[in-house]
């Protein structure tokens, strides 16, 4: 074990990941120091103020399988500040709503009987001719549901999130999202009306019920900052990270600007949770050409909230709606009330948050707040779920490089930077955006709890958190104690000697 007095560890970003490693590294006396360019912390999982009416970046359930998660979120809120939310979402498809998880009877109605008679033999052509070799999203979704269901449930919407089509879109965005679910799990738990399992344990995808903080999940990371900044770790907000300073073996210190001033922030270690290509794009010196050429070659979707006000007490019960229609550019439908009523000032009155999927700078990126809210409006209208009318106000936020996109070469690009970085064992990528990796946000917690242990001498993998179990089997009985003291549920992964 280092010695930890000799520790000072810096961590860029404010998001689940930073301010996990933060407090952990609290917990253990080490001294630390938080760089946030934004003037908000928590990242995407922030939650906005607009006139008292709270919203999320999308919205954060608070499920996981991982206890050190799940005690660290306990310890900081407390169990009186968590709401226990039964789940109700919806699936808009062809002017109808189908419960996901789907319902038999519900999903027989509004499909049809013959519709799906041929989902069911278009189900099992799949499993007698699979494609071999899976290497998209439409294969890997054809394989386990059928051409058919495919093309009704999944194609429209996945393309408008990602802007790209599904066939260009890596089978492993798929296999990590989607994991343990199937056309036969699928019907099985609309006819069972209960949680599947699988090998004992509840598929993510079909939770029913999930808790949820009463001020939505800013409050989490609003509280894990104070906490921090009343014991071993600085918090600089506005603080952006100009360069990254590195020689032969190490990083030794970051450029950083504070109100157009710069200074230098030196430490024993560097945690980053900035996205993986503005890391390599900001060392200095340069990296390797390969390296920067694999960054360029990265790419993400961004995301913005139109937030409108509704001047109606009860809208629709679902927590939030998946919008399968290519006729409107909405994604998905979120109603922050049914998340908790604390989230609306007014109970006569409901916010809705309208997801748009977008590329940083192209239409929907660039359009004014106002126009974007008159576009809200009026596909609420088109959908039948809000009279435009009914609507008085409303507030955007945008959210840059909010998904790592999963195409076919982010693969080989990120192994040729983890390949460049394993020369500085003092910088550890965490999180979503620091590791190019669709982590949910337990998952980008862990990547912080072990980069932490390993910062104090463990020798974690962080990057086998949350992929498939193909090497558990191979944990010792030492690293099942050890994984016992840090006390999670889900097996986590030492490093294994190539």
Not at 200 to 224: R, S
Not at 448 to 462: Q, T
Not at 467 to 477: G, L, P, S
Request: aromatic share 10%; proline share 4%.
């Amino acid at each position: 074990m280092h010695d930890k007095r000799q520790k000072k560890v810096v961590i860029i970003g404010a998001g689940p990941a930073g301010l996990t490693a933060a407090y952990q590294l609290c917990k253990e006396g080490v001294p630390s120091v938080v760089l946030e360019k934004d003037d908000v912390v928590g990242g995407i999982s922030r939650t906005v103020n607009y006139k008292g009416y709270l919203f999320d970046i999308g919205g954060h359930r608070f499920f996981t399988k991982v206890k050190a998660v799940d005690d660290m979120w306990r310890e900081v809120l407390g169990e009186k500040r968590f709401l226990r939310r039964s789940r109700l979402s919806r699936i808009y498809y062809n002017k109808k709503f189908f419960f996901y998880p789907l319902k038999a009877t519900n999903a027989l109605l509004g499909l049809g009987l013959w519709n799906c008679i041929m989902m069911v033999a278009s189900y099992a052509k799949a499993q007698m001719f699979p494609t071999k070799t899976e290497i998209s999203f439409e294969d890997w979704i054809s394989n386990r549901f059928g051409k058919r269901l495919y093309n009704t449930f999944f194609k429209t919407y996945t393309e408008k999130v990602w802007g790209m089509p599904c066939s260009e879109i890596s089978a492993d965005w798929a296999a990590q999202r989607i994991k343990g679910l199937s056309l036969i799990a699928t019907i099985r738990n609309a006819l069972l009306a209960s949680q599947v399992k699988q090998k004992g344990e509840v598929i993510k995808t079909l939770i029913d019920a999930f808790d949820y903080p009463e001020k939505g999940p800013g409050m989490m990371w609003e509280m894990v900052a104070e906490e921090i900044q009343k014991r071993e770790s600085d918090l600089k907000m506005k603080s952006s990270v100009e360069k990254i300073l590195w020689k032969q073996g190490k990083v030794t210190a970051l450029e950083i600007e504070v109100d157009g001033e710069k200074e230098q922030v030196s430490g024993t270690d560097f945690i980053s949770s900035m996205p993986i290509q503005e890391l390599v794009r900001k060392m200095e010196p340069a990296p390797p050409q390969e390296v920067q050429e694999a960054a360029d070659k990265l790419g993400y979707r961004d995301f913005l909230t139109v937030s409108l006000i509704v001047n109606k007490a009860d809208l629709f019960k679902d927590n939030w709606i998946y919008i399968h229609d290519s006729d409107v550019k909405v994604g998905r439908i979120q109603n922050f009330k049914n998340w908790s009523p604390n989230m609306v000032p007014d109970p006569n009155k409901t916010c809705l948050g309208l997801e748009y999927f977008c590329f940083e700078g192209d239409g929907l990126w660039t359009m004014a707040d106002k126009d974007l809210i008159d576009l809200g409006s009026k596909e609420l209208g088109i959908l039948g779920l809000v009279d435009p009318n009914d609507i008085e106000d409303g507030a955007v936020v945008r959210m840059p490089k909010a998904y790592p996109v999963y195409d076919g070469v982010y693969v080989e690009a990120v192994d040729t930077i983890r390949e460049f970085l394993a020369g500085m064992p003092n910088l550890y990528l965490v999180g979503r955006n620091g590791m190019h990796k669709y982590n949910n946000q337990d998952h980008s917690m862990l990547t912080a709890m072990l980069s932490v242990k390993n910062i104090l001498g463990a020798n974690y993998d962080v990057w086998g958190v949350n992929v498939d179990n193909e090497y558990h089997e191979e944990m010792k009985e030492q690293d099942e104690r050890d994984l016992t003291l840090l006390g999670s549920t889900q097996p986590l992964v030492p490093k294994r000697i190539a």
